[in-house]
């Protein structure tokens, strides 16, 4: 059997790591960029940072700012006729996971107009060109888009959020400044780190995974149960530490694959706008637990990951729910809500939700096969 890893060609981290954007353009020899983000990031100056660079060397762009978290369809289509009136050469993405997916959607359809529709991109489509090139400067220590083959689009009118994967899609450069990351209020970062321990957990125990994958995947594991609580609390050692670990868990769940807890989360950011890291943040624990006799030793190494004494020696059951009980006391601690009505889910729902969540390719990779009434068992319980 082939394994196949997508990464970036090229990646720099570390604080101020931003300032090397102006010469790899001139190396690559783009000549003009549009650059991607959102509002919120160019009011508070740090898309400005980046575009500060570009205006310090003389390096034309436009700045297409108009994503939405969760991004819509629309959104897409916005980029796309914005990189063809500013007639650019190279995609910078300045933001989360909103703008990344975007400029990914963008990049993607530019260069393969045949998807112009955006809801022909769902899951593994098949086209047949790269993207424009594409420098990723995430501002968030959570999805890892820099570094991942997805992308993850809502559609309004149909209420789902649909996931794509193409290797096209892989931007050429990632930039993992944590200084870009700083300005984010402790909620923010408390819910991408989620999502980030999430992807690791996920990817470790997802169907697909397999000895490089685990390495990826348990070195962020054991980064984030470290560093996430002083991360949301400011401190700049951890907050580096963070940026690198979700970096890490993306360069193995983009190869691999997640599960259950994405494919429950898509229907809750879709239906109620919910934050896609506090929906993760609420589903961990839950679906670790589900699928904890399922995972052979992996819980274990989770356990061990999160400091619990003894937990190569105690029995597996043991070892499984302290490993379940460790996420769900980080979760706690860190202030993320615990129930899906704290986002706005209701019982009335619960059907729909699961019948998305059973649908979405994310579930796929799930350790345990879960059926549509399992899945809405887990949506009840979290009421
Ligand atoms: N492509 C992938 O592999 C992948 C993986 C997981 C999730 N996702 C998707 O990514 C999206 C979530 O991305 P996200 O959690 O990074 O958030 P986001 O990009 O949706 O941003 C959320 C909010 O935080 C603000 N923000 C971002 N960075 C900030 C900063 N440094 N300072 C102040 N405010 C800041 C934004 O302006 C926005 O208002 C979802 O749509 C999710 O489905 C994609
Ligand atoms: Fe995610």
Redesign the pocket.
């Known amino acids: 059997m082939a394994q196949r890893m997508i990464w970036n060609q090229t990646a720099y981290f570390g604080a101020g790591s931003i300032t090397v954007i102006p010469e790899e353009l001139a190396r690559r020899g783009f000549t003009k960029a549009l650059v991607v983000s ?1 509002k ?2 160019v009011e ?1 100056g ?1 898309t400005g940072r980046v575009t500060a660079l570009l205006d310090g060397v003389g390096f034309p762009y436009e700045v297409y700012s108009d994503v939405l ?3 819509p369809i629309e959104n897409v289509q916005a980029g796309v006729a914005a990189f063809e009136a500013a007639g650019a050469d190279v995609l910078i993405a300045v ?7 975007t400029c990914k959607a963008v990049g993607i359809i530019v260069a393969n107009p045949e998807f112009a529709d955006v809801r022909s991109l769902e899951g593994g489509a098949a086209t047949k060109n790269p993207s424009v090139p594409i420098i990723a400067v995430p ?2 220590a ?4 820099e570094t ?1 083959i ?3 689009i809502t559609d309004v009118e149909r209420q789902r ?1 649909f996931v794509c994967f193409d290797p096209h899609d892989i931007p050429v450069m990632a930039v993992v400044d944590p200084e ?2 700083s ?3 402790r909620a ?1 970062k408390v ?2 780190g989620l ?1 980030a321990l999430t992807h690791a957990i996920e990817g470790y125990t997802t169907a697909g995974a397999w000895e490089l994958s685990d390495l990826f995947h348990l070195k962020a594991i054991q980064v984030i149960a470290a560093s996430l609580r002083d991360a949301a609390d400011g401190d700049p050692a951890a907050a580096e530490h963070m940026a690198l670990a979700q970096y890490v868990a993306g360069m193995g769940y ?1 190869n691999v694959g997640l599960g259950l807890v994405h494919a429950m989360a898509h229907p809750l ?1 879709a239906f109620y706008s919910a ?3 506090v929906a993760n943040g609420i589903l961990l624990a839950p679906v670790m637990a589900f699928n904890a006799a399922s995972t052979g030793e992996k819980l274990r190494d989770v356990a061990a990951a999160f400091g619990v004494e003894g937990a190569h020696t105690m029995p597996l059951e043991e070892a499984r729910a302290a490993a379940v009980e460790a996420v769900a006391a980080l979760t706690r601690d860190l202030g993320n809500p615990t129930s899906i009505t704290a986002v706005g889910a209701t019982e009335a729902d619960v059907p729909a939700l699961a019948k998305a969540a059973f649908e979405d390719v994310c579930a796929g990779g799930n350790p345990r096969p879960a059926s549509v009434a399992e899945i809405e068992e887990l949506f009840r319980s979290l009421l």
């Open positions: 959102d919120v990031l508070t740090v978290p969760n991004p933001g989360g996971g909103s703008p990344q997916d501002t968030t959570g999805t890892a888009s991942t997805n992308y993850v959020k870009m990351m300005s984010a209020p923010l819910a991408t999502d983009s950011g934050p896609h890291g």
